[in-house]
């Protein structure tokens, strides 16, 4: 079974741009959630999606928007970058909402504001 | 708010060595706790989850406990190799409402020394 795929690995973006980070879940989860690294604040939820609905949001300003399709692939959308965007994109996918199992991690969207 | 935090930040061992890390959370409101494991650049593994009814869980040399009502979970690493070298996260994720909307410690960053 592939695990979750997340797309592209690296990019490099300047301020003012905006960025489109894409993730494939692992086939049958209906979950993804997305999770903001960085060194100073650490992993923090963005959002999370379960049938093409957004059920969960983050503390994070309007500029960071998602979807998920109805193959339950998911896309976040970064608006106006600024130089604090700088970070590890994470996903992650789980069968089921309920949190009750174990969450599958991609290996992530590094992305530079310069 | 729920609040995780790990300790120690940093710590280094010799090889063969059985260790502790540490993780207390302050509202213990909780549905589960993930171990996941973080090298250098990449995305997150899943060591151990536990559901807040169990005390404990084991896989091979990993076994991770939780006290709920004290707001505290142990992850036990036995007779540790290189390979074991990385950063331990832990998370917690709500009761109610928040589907796999996970809250992380800031990371237990192992090395372990030939």
């Known amino acids: 079974k592939a695990g979750v795929t997340q797309t592209p690995r690296y990019l490099i973006k300047t301020r003012g741009q905006q960025v489109t980070l894409s993730c494939s879940p692992i086939s049958g989860h209906r979950s993804v959630s997305w999770y903001q690294q960085t060194p100073g604040q650490g992993l923090q939820f963005l959002f999370e999606?379960?049938?093409?609905?957004?059920?969960n949001k983050g503390n994070f300003p309007g500029r960071f928007s998602g979807r998920q399709f109805s193959n339950s692939r998911s896309e976040m959308n970064v608006s106006t970058l600024e130089l604090g965007d700088s970070a590890l994109y994470l996903c992650a996918s789980s069968e089921k909402l309920a949190g009750a199992e174990e969450l599958f991690f991609g290996e992530g969207s590094r992305l530079t504001v310069l | 708010k729920q609040e995780v935090t790990q300790i120690p930040a940093a710590l280094s061992v010799p090889e063969g060595e059985n260790l502790v890390l540490n993780c207390s959370f302050t509202?213990?409101?909780?549905?589960?706790l993930q171990w996941f494991r973080q090298d250098p650049g990449k995305g997150l593994t899943s060591l151990l989850l536990i559901q807040s009814s169990q005390r404990e869980q084991t896989s091979g040399r990993l076994n991770a406990s939780l006290d709920k009502s004290s707001g505290r979970s142990t992850l036990y690493i036995a007779a540790s190799q290189p390979g074991d070298s990385a950063t331990y996260l832990c998370?917690?994720?709500?009761?109610?409402?928040?589907?796999?909307?996970?809250?992380f410690g800031t990371g237990t960053q192992l090395k372990v020394e030939l």
């Open positions: 509202d213990s409101a909780i549905y589960n």
């Open positions: 999606y379960f049938s093409e609905t957004q059920r």
């Open positions: 998370a917690v994720s709500p009761l109610t409402g928040g589907g796999n909307k996970l809250t």
